[in-house]
């Protein structure tokens, strides 16, 4: 089962109180990262897809706690870490790109200043070689003209080239994982096409573990080896990326893979549709998040959450459906 | 085929924006974000407009409401042009066209009820005596236009920010229908929404579709919520038309390289299609709308330019005169 797992997160829940009561946003996560492989972590907005690997890096701000749990990097557990000790292992070990480039890229500085900033700081180089590593990571992502285009200023470049930008500057330490939040969510299908292209080939080149987070379910079948599927705070599913398209398990999973519309598959039938509305996390009871949504929901549903019913190695899924019987 | 009226034509809509620079500021150029779009849009069908970001698609639905003025060209509603009409006029031709927009969040006034708002196109055309409806009787309608969207008539007095992303969609879609129309142009309705509550709008659409005989201009950027919705399919790039057919003809047999590179870009849930696909990758960005090119638009990014496309304009033509219309070399000479 440990096939060079670097990351190995268990038991997370990160809590935020607020004035309307304590928003579980992650509850219970458990899932590790193996070396060199693309693991997809689906789920709709406030799924607590972010908020756990920004826990993952202790980036949560008050009122957000982390209440408990571990995440244990090559065996040493990082969130014990102190914020010096963090800031380590950030752009170094574990780097993030975000949705939006814009918004993660400062404006007012160069792509060189940004570039050379975090280089220096974890490569231990000098600015002239820290310059000279900037060109050549931004020559390896594709942005033409690199040594002219790293004296640039974040607007100069457009949405797609920015995230090439983004990709560059945070595998720019080698780092061992890196976290893909909504990378292409921003961008126009023609680009995302070429952003997917580049995180799978670097992935396959420099060896570095991906941890994409995204709502689509197409990117996640082009680029995964393995999919965790998160609702209300909570991993609902796990498995291969096969496993997961072909036989999903969950109702939540199922219902999710057949409300999209497909381009190989027309049709004008009605589509799959869950009914409802995903839940507020406030303050939810200690039932399956999923009940009051789902077609296959029983009796036991209401009052217990279920525990993990393991399918194999890879396989984990939590539903009462499975646990029948046993 | 014959038989089909025609709701609306657009005929060679232009909508170009002024640039204003220097010091004076004075006009130093020109946005053509639509430039000269042509379709007709038949009763009862659904036609999608799909595309990306830049390229024209919600300008072209704007110009038609008039929320822009076009700067050139004509929009033929029911039989009467009314590109550039104002005032009583105006009014009378939007009874009939209305609009949903992408952001429920933006779209609805946050210091009005549900109730208000989807009273508020019937409250307008009521206090300019267009509309013989009494108080009580709006009150009863918008009643039964939340039922009918799916939200309990008990809401009416709830405001936007107590309804989540896929309610507010759905007061969108009651404000729309409350004046009966006979268009409804829908500007990326379910772009914003989650994939399972992007579901419940399209089928819902689809229902009230059947229900009324609406005619739908669909807009949006994600092609496969167009293939389900559209019976039509309209592919725009820097704003112009570059091909238009039948949605299962265009999706199966696409013509521009354009639409073939923006079909195979499209991820696919189901990772065995997706490892034995052929993706083609387009090199570079949608370039700006900024100035007018001496040839195809497409010249830039396309796999398969020939020298003839550099400095000739090709013009939107179906290569044997069918519904199947494209704007390419590679099939027509013109």
């Known amino acids: 089962m440990s096939k060079d797992v670097i990351l190995r997160v268990d038991n997370l ?24 492989e693309t693991l997809g972590l689906v789920g709709e907005s406030g799924s607590g897809k972010s908020v756990t690997n920004l826990s993952v890096m202790q980036l949560i701000s008050s009122p957000g706690k982390i209440m408990s749990g571990t995440a244990e990097l090559d065996g040493v557990d990082i969130l014990k870490y102190s914020d010096e000790q963090m800031r380590k292992i950030r752009g170094n070990r574990i780097s993030m790109i975000f949705q939006d480039p814009m918004t993660s890229l400062n404006p007012f500085l160069r792509i060189s200043t940004q570039m050379v900033e975090t280089i220096m700081l974890h490569k231990k180089l000098d600015k002239k070689a820290a310059l000279a590593r900037s060109i050549e990571m931004l020559d390896l992502v594709g942005i033409p003209n690199p040594s002219a285009r790293v004296n640039d200023y974040p607007h100069q470049f457009s949405g797609g080239m920015r995230q090439r930008v983004m990709i560059a500057m945070a595998l720019s330490c080698d780092p061992e994982i890196l976290i893909a939040d909504e990378p292409t969510s921003a961008l126009d299908v023609t680009i995302q096409a070429q952003i997917l292209e580049l995180i799978q080939e670097l992935n396959q080149r420099l060896g570095t573990a991906v941890m994409m987070i995204t709502h689509d379910l197409g990117v996640v079948a082009g680029m995964c080896d393995r999919v965790c599927v998160m609702y209300a705070g909570k991993m609902v599913e796990k498995g291969t990326n096969t496993e ?10 199922q219902g999710l893979i057949n409300s999209v519309p497909r381009l190989d598959r027309p049709s004008k039938e009605r589509l799959f549709s869950i009914k409802g509305q995903p839940p507020n996390v406030i303050d939810l009871p200690e039932c399956c998040p999923f009940y009051p949504r789902c077609e ?16 194999g190695e890879e396989r984990e899924v939590r539903c009462w459906l499975y646990e029948e019987g046993k | 085929m014959a038989e089909k009226n025609v709701l609306l034509e657009v005929k060679n809509l232009q909508m170009h924006f002024p640039i204003y620079g220097g010091i004076i500021k004075k006009q130093v150029g020109s946005i053509y974000a639509v430039d000269g779009v042509s379709f007709k849009l038949y009763e009862g069908e659904t036609l999608g407009l799909v595309g990306e970001s830049g390229c024209g698609k919600s300008t072209t639905a704007r110009a038609i409401a008039q929320l822009h003025t076009p700067t050139g060209g004509e929009v033929i509603f029911q039989g009467k042009n009314i590109a550039g009409k104002k005032g009583h006029e105006l009014l009378k031709a939007r009874m009939d066209m209305q609009m949903i927009f992408q952001d429920p969040y933006a779209s609805l006034n946050p210091r009005m009820t549900s109730g208000s708002i989807i009273a508020e196109p019937m409250n307008i055309y009521r206090q300019r005596r267009m509309l013989d409806l009494s108080r009580g009787e ?3 309608r918008v009643e039964q236009l939340m039922e009918k969207v799916g939200l309990s008539r008990y809401f009416r007095n709830r405001y936007p920010h107590e309804f989540s992303g896929g309610q507010r969609q759905r007061i969108g879609v009651a404000r729309a229908l409350a004046l009966n129309p006979r268009l409804i142009l829908a500007d990326e309705p379910v772009s914003a929404l989650d994939v399972s509550i992007q579901s419940q709008i399209l089928n819902l659409l689809n229902d009230l579709q059947k229900e ?5 201009l669909f807009i949006a950027h994600d092609l496969a919520v167009i293939e389900h919705i559209s019976d039509r399919v309209a592919v725009m790039y820097l704003g112009k038309i570059v091909e238009i057919a039948e949605s299962k003809e265009l999706y199966k047999h696409p013509l521009h390289p354009y639409t073939e590179a923006l079909l195979s870009a499209v991820p696919i849930p189901d ?10 990758i387009l090199t570079g960005d949608v370039p700006s709308p900024d100035r007018r090119r001496p040839g195809c638009s497409f010249y830039d990014r396309c796999p398969k330019k020939m020298d003839k496309c550099k400095n000739a304009i090709p013009i939107l033509k179906s290569p044997d005169s069918g519904e199947h219309q494209v704007a390419c070399f590679l099939h027509n000479n013109e």
């Not at chain 1, 829940?13 to 060199?36: E, H, I, P, Q, W």
């Not at chain 2, 009324?212 to 739908?216: E, K, N, Q, V």
């Not at chain 2, 990772?271 to 083609?280: D, F, G, H, Y």
């Open chain 1, 13 to 36: 829940r990160t809590y935020f109180n607020t004035d309307d009561g304590v928003v579980k946003a992650v509850d219970g996560v458990s899932y590790d990262l193996r070396k060199g």
């Open chain 1, 244 to 253: 997961i398209f072909k036989d999903p398990k969950h109702p939540y999973t």
């Open chain 1, 296 to 311: 296959k929901a029983m009796d036991i549903c209401k009052s217990k959450y279920p525990p993990v019913t393991a399918f």
């Open chain 2, 138 to 140: 709006i009150t009863e």
């Open chain 2, 212 to 216: 009324f005989g609406l005619t739908y």
């Open chain 2, 271 to 280: 990772p065995e299609v997706e490892k034995n696909r052929k993706r083609i």
